[in-house]
């Protein structure tokens, strides 16, 4: 089992970053894959970005793509998500998620095992 906690969140104006963290306890977490997902009042809970156990695939959502970037280091047991040119749109709770299953990079809420807490992006316009 893993146990994951986001980082990083808070208030910025549109077209500002933020740096999102997630450091996962345990020592398997290179055997994990990891996505970022987000959740706006009132929608579901979509996929942002994934990324594979090495690192060497990365998944990301058409809305996000040449903004965000995830990117891991395994000898810190950490994902993060680089978020630039920021919209009002990505307001949203943040969550990570770890996928125990050797299928690549999945963009489906579904398949992933373990949830972070989630943390808030707020944009302002």
């Known amino acids: 089992q893993v146990q994951l906690v986001e980082s990083g969140g808070g208030l910025v104006q549109a077209g500002g970053s933020l740096r999102l963290s997630c450091a996962a306890s345990?020592?398997?977490?290179?055997?994990?894959?990891m996505g970022w997902f987000r959740q706006a009042p009132g929608k579901e809970r979509e996929a942002v970005a994934a990324?594979?156990?090495?690192?060497?695939?990365?998944y990301y959502a058409d809305g996000v793509k040449g903004r965000f970037t995830i990117s891991r280091d395994n000898a810190k047991n950490t994902v993060y998500l680089q978020m630039n040119s920021l919209k009002p749109e990505d307001t949203a709770v943040y969550y990570c998620?770890?996928?125990?299953?050797?299928?690549?990079?999945?963009?489906?809420?579904?398949?992933?095992?373990?949830w972070g807490q989630g943390t808030q992006v707020t944009v302002s316009s």
């Open positions: 998620a770890a996928d125990r299953r050797d299928y690549g990079v999945r963009r489906e809420a579904y398949a992933y095992d373990y």
């Open positions: 990324i594979s156990r090495s690192g060497d695939s990365t």
């Open positions: 345990g020592r398997t977490f290179s055997s994990y894959a």
